[in-house]
Protein backbone atom coordinates (compact mmCIF):
# COMPACT_ATOMS: atom_id res chain seq x y z
CA UNK A 1 0.00 0.00 0.00
CA UNK A 2 2.42 2.58 1.13
CA UNK A 3 4.50 1.73 -2.56
CA UNK A 4 1.29 2.51 -4.32
CA UNK A 5 1.01 5.88 -2.50
CA UNK A 6 4.35 6.47 -3.47
CA UNK A 7 3.84 6.41 -6.86
CA UNK A 8 0.39 8.11 -7.14
CA UNK A 9 2.61 10.99 -5.24
CA UNK A 10 5.45 11.09 -7.39
CA UNK A 11 2.81 11.35 -10.26
CA UNK A 12 0.71 13.97 -8.67
CA UNK A 13 4.45 15.84 -8.66
CA UNK A 14 5.35 15.28 -11.81
CA UNK A 15 1.68 16.63 -13.24
CA UNK A 16 2.55 19.85 -10.93
CA UNK A 17 5.95 20.17 -12.47
CA UNK A 18 5.69 19.46 -15.82
CA UNK A 19 1.93 21.55 -16.53
CA UNK A 20 1.42 23.39 -13.63
CA UNK A 21 2.46 26.87 -15.76
CA UNK A 22 0.16 26.05 -18.46
CA UNK A 23 -2.58 24.79 -15.81
CA UNK A 24 -2.04 28.30 -13.81
CA UNK A 25 -2.33 30.06 -16.78
CA UNK A 26 -5.45 28.31 -18.38
CA UNK A 27 -7.17 28.96 -14.87
CA UNK A 28 -5.88 32.25 -14.06
CA UNK A 29 -7.38 33.54 -17.27
CA UNK A 30 -10.85 31.28 -17.13
CA UNK A 31 -11.44 33.38 -13.83
CA UNK A 32 -11.13 36.61 -15.25
CA UNK A 33 -13.19 35.58 -18.30
CA UNK A 34 -16.08 35.12 -16.38
CA UNK A 35 -16.83 38.63 -15.64
CA UNK A 36 -15.50 39.12 -19.32
CA UNK A 37 -18.93 41.50 -20.97
CA UNK A 38 -18.91 43.74 -18.05
CA UNK A 39 -14.93 44.07 -18.24
CA UNK A 40 -15.35 44.94 -22.35
CA UNK A 41 -17.94 47.52 -21.58
CA UNK A 42 -15.69 48.95 -18.89
CA UNK A 43 -12.54 48.83 -21.92
CA UNK A 44 -14.91 50.36 -24.53
CA UNK A 45 -16.36 52.80 -22.33
CA UNK A 46 -19.85 51.93 -20.94
CA UNK A 47 -22.61 49.35 -21.35
CA UNK A 48 -24.63 50.41 -24.27
CA UNK A 49 -28.10 50.02 -24.11
CA UNK A 50 -31.28 50.39 -26.54
CA UNK A 51 -35.20 51.22 -25.76
CA UNK A 52 -36.46 48.03 -23.60
CA UNK A 53 -39.37 45.78 -25.75
CA UNK A 54 -37.74 46.71 -29.13
CA UNK A 55 -37.27 43.71 -31.62
CA UNK A 56 -38.22 42.84 -34.86
CA UNK A 57 -35.74 44.16 -37.62
CA UNK A 58 -35.10 41.53 -40.03
CA UNK A 59 -32.36 39.61 -39.68
CA UNK A 60 -30.45 40.92 -43.34
CA UNK A 61 -31.25 44.16 -42.29
CA UNK A 62 -29.00 43.71 -39.52
CA UNK A 63 -26.03 42.11 -41.29
CA UNK A 64 -26.50 44.77 -44.07
CA UNK A 65 -26.62 47.72 -41.37
CA UNK A 66 -22.95 46.25 -40.26
CA UNK A 67 -21.83 45.73 -43.18
CA UNK A 68 -22.19 49.26 -44.26
CA UNK A 69 -20.11 50.53 -41.62
CA UNK A 70 -17.20 48.50 -42.76
CA UNK A 71 -17.81 47.49 -46.20
CA UNK A 72 -13.75 45.59 -45.86
CA UNK A 73 -14.82 43.60 -43.40
CA UNK A 74 -16.98 40.16 -43.62
CA UNK A 75 -19.86 39.50 -41.24
CA UNK A 76 -19.37 35.87 -39.71
CA UNK A 77 -21.12 35.65 -36.53
CA UNK A 78 -24.50 37.50 -35.71
CA UNK A 79 -25.82 37.37 -31.76
CA UNK A 80 -29.33 38.41 -31.03
CA UNK A 81 -29.87 40.27 -27.43
CA UNK A 82 -30.19 38.11 -24.61
CA UNK A 83 -31.81 40.27 -22.52
CA UNK A 84 -34.26 43.14 -23.01
CA UNK A 85 -32.84 46.40 -23.34
CA UNK A 86 -29.44 45.36 -24.96
CA UNK A 87 -28.07 45.49 -28.28
CA UNK A 88 -27.73 43.05 -31.35
CA UNK A 89 -23.62 42.49 -31.74
CA UNK A 90 -22.53 41.60 -35.09
CA UNK A 91 -19.32 40.52 -35.42
CA UNK A 92 -17.20 40.88 -39.14
CA UNK A 93 -13.88 39.91 -40.06
CA UNK A 94 -10.69 40.11 -42.27
CA UNK A 95 -9.35 37.41 -43.52
CA UNK A 96 -6.13 38.16 -41.43
CA UNK A 97 -8.23 37.75 -38.15
CA UNK A 98 -8.57 41.12 -37.22
CA UNK A 99 -12.11 41.21 -35.79
CA UNK A 100 -14.77 44.25 -35.20
CA UNK A 101 -18.13 44.01 -33.28
CA UNK A 102 -20.81 46.00 -34.34
CA UNK A 103 -23.68 47.15 -32.05
CA UNK A 104 -27.09 47.43 -33.30
CA UNK A 105 -30.42 48.42 -32.21
CA UNK A 106 -32.65 45.32 -32.27
CA UNK A 107 -35.87 47.57 -33.42
CA UNK A 108 -34.48 49.40 -36.40
CA UNK A 109 -31.14 47.95 -37.01
CA UNK A 110 -29.40 51.44 -36.81
CA UNK A 111 -25.53 51.13 -35.65
CA UNK A 112 -24.88 51.99 -32.09
CA UNK A 113 -20.98 51.82 -32.34
CA UNK A 114 -18.16 49.56 -33.24
CA UNK A 115 -15.49 47.42 -31.04
CA UNK A 116 -12.45 46.50 -32.15
CA UNK A 117 -11.87 43.51 -30.55
CA UNK A 118 -7.96 43.39 -30.77
CA UNK A 119 -7.94 46.66 -28.64
CA UNK A 120 -9.36 44.54 -25.99
CA UNK A 121 -7.13 43.03 -23.39
CA UNK A 122 -9.82 40.81 -22.75
CA UNK A 123 -9.99 39.50 -26.40
CA UNK A 124 -6.09 38.82 -26.29
CA UNK A 125 -6.77 36.66 -22.56
CA UNK A 126 -9.75 34.53 -24.50
CA UNK A 127 -7.39 33.95 -27.43
CA UNK A 128 -4.40 32.39 -24.20
CA UNK A 129 -7.26 30.64 -22.17
CA UNK A 130 -8.45 28.66 -25.51
CA UNK A 131 -5.62 27.97 -27.83
CA UNK A 132 -2.60 29.67 -25.92
CA UNK A 133 -1.96 31.71 -28.96
CA UNK A 134 -1.96 28.45 -31.07
CA UNK A 135 -4.78 28.27 -33.40
CA UNK A 136 -5.99 24.39 -33.41
CA UNK A 137 -2.79 23.15 -32.17
CA UNK A 138 -3.05 25.05 -28.71
CA UNK A 139 -6.71 24.05 -28.29
CA UNK A 140 -5.06 20.36 -28.59
CA UNK A 141 -2.75 21.81 -25.38
CA UNK A 142 -5.65 23.10 -23.54
CA UNK A 143 -7.79 20.05 -23.79
CA UNK A 144 -4.75 18.20 -22.47
CA UNK A 145 -4.27 20.68 -19.85
CA UNK A 146 -7.91 19.83 -18.90
CA UNK A 147 -7.07 16.06 -18.78
CA UNK A 148 -4.12 16.66 -16.78
CA UNK A 149 -5.95 19.07 -13.96
CA UNK A 150 -8.49 15.82 -13.83
CA UNK A 151 -5.38 13.31 -13.22
CA UNK A 152 -4.06 15.61 -10.36
CA UNK A 153 -7.51 15.76 -9.22
CA UNK A 154 -7.96 12.13 -9.13
CA UNK A 155 -4.22 11.43 -7.44
CA UNK A 156 -4.54 14.05 -5.27
CA UNK A 157 -8.12 12.56 -3.65
CA UNK A 158 -6.43 9.00 -3.61
CA UNK A 159 -2.96 10.90 -1.28
CA UNK A 160 -6.70 12.75 0.90
CA UNK A 161 -8.81 9.31 1.30
CA UNK A 162 -6.24 8.32 4.48
CA UNK A 163 -7.98 10.80 6.08
CA UNK A 164 -11.65 9.18 6.28
CA UNK A 165 -10.44 7.28 8.99
CA UNK A 166 -10.64 10.47 11.23
CA UNK A 167 -12.48 12.94 8.73
CA UNK A 168 -12.03 15.88 11.39
CA UNK A 169 -8.37 15.85 10.37
CA UNK A 170 -8.54 16.08 6.64
CA UNK A 171 -10.24 19.69 6.65
CA UNK A 172 -8.01 20.51 9.99
CA UNK A 173 -5.51 23.58 9.17
CA UNK A 174 -2.95 23.77 11.94
CA UNK A 175 -2.31 27.18 12.73
CA UNK A 176 1.01 28.30 14.36
CA UNK A 177 3.14 24.90 13.16
CA UNK A 178 6.17 25.63 10.82
CA UNK A 179 5.35 26.25 7.05
CA UNK A 180 6.02 22.98 5.94
CA UNK A 181 3.21 21.75 8.36
CA UNK A 182 0.52 24.60 7.46
CA UNK A 183 1.22 24.16 3.83
CA UNK A 184 0.43 20.53 3.76
CA UNK A 185 -2.78 21.60 5.44
CA UNK A 186 -3.60 24.39 3.68
CA UNK A 187 -2.77 22.05 0.37
CA UNK A 188 -4.70 19.35 1.67
CA UNK A 189 -7.79 21.19 2.63
CA UNK A 190 -7.88 23.58 -0.54
CA UNK A 191 -7.62 20.65 -3.33
CA UNK A 192 -10.38 18.73 -1.68
CA UNK A 193 -12.71 21.05 -1.30
CA UNK A 194 -12.02 22.43 -4.90
CA UNK A 195 -11.94 19.11 -6.25
CA UNK A 196 -15.96 18.96 -7.07
CA UNK A 197 -15.25 22.23 -9.23
CA UNK A 198 -11.98 21.52 -10.64
CA UNK A 199 -13.23 18.52 -12.32
CA UNK A 200 -16.21 19.38 -14.09
CA UNK A 201 -14.85 21.96 -15.25
CA UNK A 202 -11.82 20.65 -16.16
CA UNK A 203 -13.28 17.90 -18.21
CA UNK A 204 -16.34 20.29 -19.66
CA UNK A 205 -13.31 22.88 -21.20
CA UNK A 206 -11.74 19.39 -22.88
CA UNK A 207 -14.39 18.71 -24.52
CA UNK A 208 -15.02 22.16 -25.85
CA UNK A 209 -11.77 22.86 -26.76
CA UNK A 210 -11.68 19.45 -28.71
CA UNK A 211 -15.43 20.57 -30.15
CA UNK A 212 -14.21 24.00 -30.66
CA UNK A 213 -13.73 24.72 -34.76
CA UNK A 214 -15.16 20.64 -35.91
CA UNK A 215 -17.43 22.59 -38.18
CA UNK A 216 -16.65 24.91 -39.93
CA UNK A 217 -19.46 27.48 -41.41
CA UNK A 218 -19.95 27.47 -45.36
CA UNK A 219 -18.20 30.33 -46.90
CA UNK A 220 -21.17 33.19 -47.39
CA UNK A 221 -23.08 32.03 -44.63
CA UNK A 222 -23.46 33.67 -40.82
CA UNK A 223 -24.11 31.69 -37.84
CA UNK A 224 -27.08 33.62 -36.21
CA UNK A 225 -27.21 32.95 -32.32
CA UNK A 226 -30.55 33.09 -30.76
CA UNK A 227 -31.74 34.25 -27.42
CA UNK A 228 -33.09 31.21 -26.28
CA UNK A 229 -29.51 29.36 -27.27
CA UNK A 230 -30.72 28.36 -30.88
CA UNK A 231 -27.82 28.62 -33.61
CA UNK A 232 -28.65 29.16 -37.12
CA UNK A 233 -26.96 29.73 -40.32
CA UNK A 234 -28.25 32.63 -42.55
CA UNK A 235 -26.99 32.02 -46.29
CA UNK A 236 -26.22 35.69 -47.41
CA UNK A 237 -26.63 34.95 -51.09
CA UNK A 238 -30.38 33.25 -51.08
CA UNK A 239 -31.45 34.24 -47.55
CA UNK A 240 -32.04 30.67 -46.51
CA UNK A 241 -31.62 30.16 -42.85
CA UNK A 242 -30.93 26.78 -41.57
CA UNK A 243 -31.02 25.50 -38.16
CA UNK A 244 -27.54 24.19 -36.65
CA UNK A 245 -28.25 23.90 -33.07
CA UNK A 246 -31.74 23.34 -31.13
CA UNK A 247 -31.57 23.25 -27.46
CA UNK A 248 -34.81 21.36 -27.42
CA UNK A 249 -32.82 18.51 -28.99
CA UNK A 250 -31.97 16.12 -25.89
CA UNK A 251 -27.86 15.73 -27.43
CA UNK A 252 -27.66 19.77 -28.40
CA UNK A 253 -28.73 20.68 -24.72
CA UNK A 254 -26.42 18.44 -23.41
CA UNK A 255 -23.80 20.84 -25.05
CA UNK A 256 -25.69 23.64 -24.51
CA UNK A 257 -25.40 22.47 -21.00
CA UNK A 258 -21.47 22.02 -20.66
CA UNK A 259 -20.97 25.48 -21.97
CA UNK A 260 -23.20 26.58 -19.00
CA UNK A 261 -21.12 24.47 -16.86
CA UNK A 262 -17.71 25.45 -17.73
CA UNK A 263 -18.29 29.35 -18.07
CA UNK A 264 -20.93 29.71 -14.96
CA UNK A 265 -23.90 31.15 -16.50
CA UNK A 266 -26.16 28.73 -14.75
CA UNK A 267 -26.74 30.53 -11.30
CA UNK A 268 -26.31 34.20 -11.91
CA UNK A 269 -24.13 36.40 -9.86
CA UNK A 270 -23.36 34.31 -7.56
CA UNK A 271 -22.23 31.09 -9.40
CA UNK A 272 -19.86 33.64 -10.94
CA UNK A 273 -17.92 34.59 -8.43
CA UNK A 274 -17.81 31.07 -7.27
CA UNK A 275 -16.03 30.76 -10.99
CA UNK A 276 -13.70 33.18 -9.87
CA UNK A 277 -12.71 31.67 -6.77
CA UNK A 278 -12.28 28.41 -8.24
CA UNK A 279 -10.38 29.72 -11.13
CA UNK A 280 -7.78 30.85 -8.46
CA UNK A 281 -7.62 27.71 -6.13
CA UNK A 282 -4.79 26.48 -8.06
CA UNK A 283 -2.70 29.38 -7.35
CA UNK A 284 -2.92 28.55 -3.72
CA UNK A 285 -2.68 24.88 -4.71
CA UNK A 286 0.82 25.54 -6.54
CA UNK A 287 2.41 28.03 -3.64
CA UNK A 288 1.36 25.09 -1.14
CA UNK A 289 2.58 22.39 -3.20
CA UNK A 290 5.86 24.39 -4.24
CA UNK A 291 6.47 25.37 -0.30
CA UNK A 292 5.71 21.44 0.58
CA UNK A 293 8.16 20.23 -2.04
CA UNK A 294 10.97 23.02 -1.44
CA UNK A 295 10.26 22.03 2.29
CA UNK A 296 10.86 18.47 2.34
CA UNK A 297 13.34 16.53 4.73
CA UNK A 298 16.46 15.06 2.35
CA UNK A 299 15.05 11.43 0.91
CA UNK A 300 17.89 8.86 1.48
CA UNK A 301 17.95 6.96 -1.51
CA UNK A 302 17.70 3.37 0.47
CA UNK A 303 14.79 4.17 1.87
CA UNK A 304 11.07 4.36 -0.24
CA UNK A 305 9.19 7.85 -0.64
CA UNK A 306 6.68 8.76 1.69
CA UNK A 307 3.96 10.90 2.88
CA UNK A 308 3.37 11.91 6.37
CA UNK A 309 0.80 9.77 7.46
CA UNK A 310 -2.78 11.50 8.19
CA UNK A 311 -2.33 9.47 12.32
CA UNK A 312 1.44 10.15 12.80
CA UNK A 313 2.87 12.41 10.63
CA UNK A 314 4.69 14.88 11.36
CA UNK A 315 3.51 18.03 13.26
CA UNK A 316 0.20 16.15 14.42
CA UNK A 317 -0.99 16.63 17.31
CA UNK A 318 -1.43 13.62 20.03
Same mark, same amino acid.
Given at each position: ??? /?R @?T??? #??? %?? &???? +???? $??? *??SG?????R?????????????????????????L?D???????????V??????????P????L???? /?? @????? #??? %?? &???? +??R? $??? *?????????H?????????????A?F?????????T???????F????S????????????????D?????????????V?? &??????L? $????????P??????????????????????????????R??????????????????????????????L???A?????????????????? $????????????????
Amino acid at each position: MRK /GR @ATVLR #LHL %AV &ALLA +GAGL $LLV *SVSGAALVFRPELDDVVFGGPVRVARGGVGAPLPALLDAGQAAHPDLTPVALTLPGQDGQPARLRLERPA /GE @AVEVL #LDP %AS &ARVL +GSRW $LER *SPLHALRALHTELYLGGRGRLVVAGFGLLLVLQGVTGFFLWWPFTRRLSRGFTIRRGRRWRVLGYDLHKVIGIVSLAFHVPV &ALTGALLA $LSAGAVPAPSGSVEVRERDGSVARLDRGSGVVTLVRDPRRPTERGWALIAELHEGRFGGLPSRWLYVAGGLTPVALALTGLGIWLGRPPVRSD $LPLTLPSPQRGEGEDG
